[in-house]
């Protein structure tokens, strides 16, 4: 229980022990702790960040969503529009095509008619000529004649 | 337990395992021998403390190391969460007690007094007779003793004075190291003779402030050896009692020393803690620049 040297080689053991602790454990160690300190910051920053940016995103996709319904509706309209456009111009159409048949078809029966008018005249006049050259070569009876008369009427 | 005691009384077998194994230069030479301690003055060395003490010390670097070797700041395993723990347990203590200045080396510093006096103060926890009683016989079998009773082996670094006070001095050293480099020489010396009555009596505060100085060193340094030391002391007063031919005391010696270790664990960890907080606190109070 004396007091000797003992006590300088404990100050100098002390001294370096806190030198060694100072200069290769501590730092290591209070840097790790201090990078996952930050980690665990970061992390809930980010997962903060993200959350809020998956907000956003559903708030974003909901306004799309109605836009894009919006512009559904608008396309229907108009294509409604333009079929009921197409139908109609289709009628227009042929009505007139419609038209234009009956008219060439009457402006042909006219033809047809004046033909057949024209032939029948000259069948009628050539009737009517062999008929008054029979009645002339015969003897006119009003009652023979008016049967032929009356014949040629007919066939008129 | 004790084998070394068949005709040793029990005054010697208490002495036994108070005296260290001392080593210095006596009249005729180097020498280990404990009863020419007189001879070999302040210059001699006991080499058990010392030998324990750097040894502890270096298990406290190499468990730190190891334990940082690996280092990830994943999720921590094992040592490292140990070593982690530790750090931040002093680290939590060091900025509570440090609050203005810093410091880097304060938190290395109470790291390394922590875990190196509480594993010192482990040492006390093995049973008192193993160590001795092992280093005694193979002192004998090798030949440096005639019988293993010569040889003079004090396990725990803590119960040597030497020890305690000679962390003491090296925090006392930086007391004033760091007083006198905060304040200034002059903010030293004001503080130690113009305080607590003023200038016209500086003689009177001189003489309070140097006790007041000289006794943080020596308190941090007797407390710890004093609490170990009666630590031991009982447990070796409690192992002299298996010394005895009695079944029924060396039953009660067994049960008192069981009772006496667990409660022991309490003290070792506290000291150590103590000793650590009052070094934070000493070298605090000289960053303090404000008047008091």
């Known amino acids: 229980m004396t007091i000797n040297a003992t006590l300088l080689g404990q100050t100098l053991a002390f001294v370096i022990f806190v030198a060694i602790c100072w200069r290769y454990v501590w730092p290591p160690i209070i840097a790790i702790m201090q990078e996952r300190e930050q980690r665990i910051t970061d992390g809930l920053e980010a997962a903060k960040k993200a959350n809020d940016s998956l907000e956003e995103a559903k708030l974003n996709s909901s306004a799309e969503l109605e836009k894009a319904k919006q512009e559904a509706a608008i396309i229907i309209e108009k294509a409604n529009q333009r079929a009921s456009q197409i139908v109609s111009d289709a009628q227009t159409k042929a009505e007139t095509e419609a038209e234009k048949i009956i008219t060439s078809a009457n402006k042909t029966l006219e033809g047809e008619i004046t033909k057949t008018r024209e032939a029948l005249r000259k069948d009628v006049s050539e009737i009517i000529i062999s008929t008054t050259e029979k009645i002339l070569e015969e003897e006119i009876s009003k009652d023979k004649h008016e049967k032929i008369i009356i014949e040629a009427a007919k066939k008129i | ?292």
């Not at chain 2, 280093?135 to 003079?152: E, I, K, M, Q, W």
């Not at chain 2, 004033?176 to 009596?201: R, V």
């Not at chain 2, 031919?245 to 039953?251: E, K, P, V, Y």
């Open chain 2, 1 to 292: 337990m004790a084998k070394a005691g068949t005709d040793l009384t029990s005054t010697e077998y208490i002495e036994h395992h108070l005296t260290n194994l001392i080593c210095g230069k006596a009249d005729k030479g180097w020498t280990c021998d404990p009863y020419l301690a007189d001879q070999m003055g302040f210059w001699s060395f006991h080499v058990d403390s010392l030998g324990w003490s750097v040894f502890l010390g270096l298990v406290f670097v190499g468990l730190f190391k190891l334990g940082t070797s690996k280092l990830s700041s994943e999720a921590p395993s094992g040592l490292q969460n140990f070593v982690e723990m530790c750090v931040e347990f002093v680290n939590e203590n060091v900025q509570s007690i440090f609050t203005s200045a810093k410091n880097p080396i304060i938190g290395p510093m109470a790291l390394t007094v922590l875990i190196w006096v509480f594993l010192m103060n482990l040492m006390d926890l093995v049973p008192v007779d193993y160590l001795p009683t092992l280093v005694g016989n193979f002192a004998a079998y090798v030949g440096l003793v005639d019988t293993p009773r010569d040889s003079y082996f004090k396990v725990v670094p803590t119960t040597d004075p030497n020890i305690t006070l000679g962390m003491a001095l090296a925090v006392f050293i930086l007391i004033i190291f760091y007083s006198i480099k905060i304040k200034g020489l002059k903010g030293f010396i004001s503080e130690l003779t113009l305080h607590p009555f003023g200038k016209y009596l500086i003689p009177v505060n001189f003489i309070l402030e140097f006790v007041n100085l000289i006794a943080k060193p020596i308190s941090l340094g007797l407390r710890l050896f004093g609490n170990l030391y009666a630590g031991e002391m009982i447990f070796i007063l409690i192992a002299l009692m298996l010394v005895f031919n009695s079944i029924a005391i060396g039953f009660l010696g067994v049960g008192l020393h069981l009772l006496w270790a667990l409660f022991h664990i309490l003290i070792l960890a506290l000291q150590a803690f103590i000793f650590m907080v009052l070094t934070i606190v000493y070298l605090a109070m000289a960053h303090e620049t404000e008047e008091h």
